[in-house]
């Protein structure tokens, strides 16, 4: 059954137009425009009423590009043309609907379910021109983006069912922010989805922000912090990673800097309580951070990747740090792995001068690489696709064959 148009009195008020605009901005895909063009879109958004256990069915060649939840609860399905359903996710009030791809033809539907009365806000095809102007282009490739997101969802889903065992966790930590432990972390779980694809998640926990889905060149539209807040915790998670052509997934921490305080230690754990079902490795990008919630990682990892520069001020946190996995988490040496990232050309210290500082063996090490990680990230990628010759390529597949080897993986 369809859902019907609804044009209440007021509609455009001040406050019915600032609540859209909120909408908008709040959303991935419209984060970045101006307000004028927000103001634009927020007069030509339709209301659309859509009953409860009513069905409102959107494919590839309707006429509304862009839906929002606005109130309610609904369930989203895509299904494909023979009616089988690929992927199902909950959405919160204030969502954005992804929708197949105009290209894709008839080849896919999304389906909105009423749970409750709902009511969802659209725009159609000729609203969107409009209200959008020359920055048209820019929106219409990142939703299309989106939706190669949400095919590659539902295949990760498919290859997750067929393989039932409780993944190891992998964690990446820095003393020192600018170490390139994200860089690495990141190309590492991509060089292990190599081995695995679709059942490597990298869990970004990198706070007030983490980069790991910037560094992808991924649209985040979800976090562990909202995820927290739906009734389904599971099912949540599911809807917030998303995932990279290279056969990994992200799925971050947070999204704005509001929600670090929602990260406790508890939570942290009942996430990875559910998604070590799901996957083959779980890597969890820790960042510089040693809160209550990267404590509890470090506890469960298997393997502790500490990424260090050789530089003279890292040092001191390096063996700080060091000390408190060893000594007050009791570690096991075997569980850790030191790797040595050169991020300067003429590094004040060397190899056998961070060795004898620290007392410890470099497990791996990454050589200076100029600036072939950040390009790649201006060119939408990672360094490991665009230039697997690299250094940093090289170091992250070294990586990855140490973490294969620690946690006796299967290549």
């Known amino acids: 059954m369809g859902a019907r148009g609804s044009e209440p009195a007021g509609e455009q008020a001040p406050s019915v137009l600032q609540m859209r605009m909120r909408i908008l901005e709040m959303s991935a895909v419209f984060s970045e425009l101006n307000d004028g063009v927000l103001r634009a879109l927020a007069r030509r958004m339709r209301p659309v009423a859509l009953s409860a256990r009513d069905t409102l069915r959107l494919g590839g060649q309707g006429g509304d590009i862009v839906v929002f939840l606005a109130s309610g609860q609904t369930e989203e399905s895509i299904t494909d043309a023979g009616g089988k359903v690929l992927l199902t996710r909950r959405p919160v009030p204030g969502d954005l609907v992804i929708l197949p791809a105009p290209r894709t033809g008839g080849r896919y539907v999304t389906n909105v379910y009423g749970l409750t009365d709902a009511v969802l806000l659209t725009l159609d095809r000729d609203g969107l021109l409009e209200g959008l102007g020359p920055q048209v282009e820019k929106v219409a490739l990142t939703l299309d983006k989106l939706w190669e997101q949400e095919l590659s969802a539902a295949a990760a889903i498919e290859a997750q069912t067929a393989s039932r065992t409780a993944a190891p966790i992998v964690a990446f930590f820095s003393a020192k922010g600018g170490s390139g432990a994200t860089t690495l972390a990141i190309n590492t779980a991509a060089a292990l989805a190599r081995k695995f694809p679709r059942q490597v998640l990298l869990v970004d926990l990198g706070a007030p922000f983490g980069h790991a889905a910037l560094f992808a060149d991924l649209i985040a539209t979800g976090s562990i912090a909202s995820a927290s807040k739906a009734a389904d915790l599971t099912s949540a998670l599911r809807g917030n990673i998303v995932n990279h052509r290279s056969g990994m997934g992200v799925l971050p921490g947070t999204l704005r800097p509001e929600e670090v305080d929602m990260m406790t230690a508890d939570l942290v754990g009942r996430v990875l309580d559910v998604v070590v079902a799901w996957q083959k490795v779980i890597v969890v990008d820790l960042g510089t951070s040693l ?121």
């Open 291 to 411: 809160s209550e919630s990267a404590l509890a990682v470090i506890e469960r990892a298997e393997c502790l990747v500490t990424v260090i520069p050789p530089e003279i001020a890292a040092m001191t946190d390096a063996r700080r740090s060091l000390a408190i996995f060893r000594d007050i988490m009791n570690v096991p040496d075997n569980r850790m792995a030191l790797v040595l990232n050169q991020r300067s050309p003429h590094p004040p210290l060397d190899r056998a001068a961070v060795e004898t500082i620290l007392g410890r063996k470099m497990s791996v090490i990454v050589g200076f690489d100029d600036s072939r990680p950040e390009d790649a990230t201006i060119a939408g990628g990672l360094v490991l696709q665009h230039d697997p010759s690299s250094v940093v390529s090289r170091g992250a597949t070294e990586i990855a064959r140490v973490i294969m080897a620690n946690l006796k993986l299967d290549g």
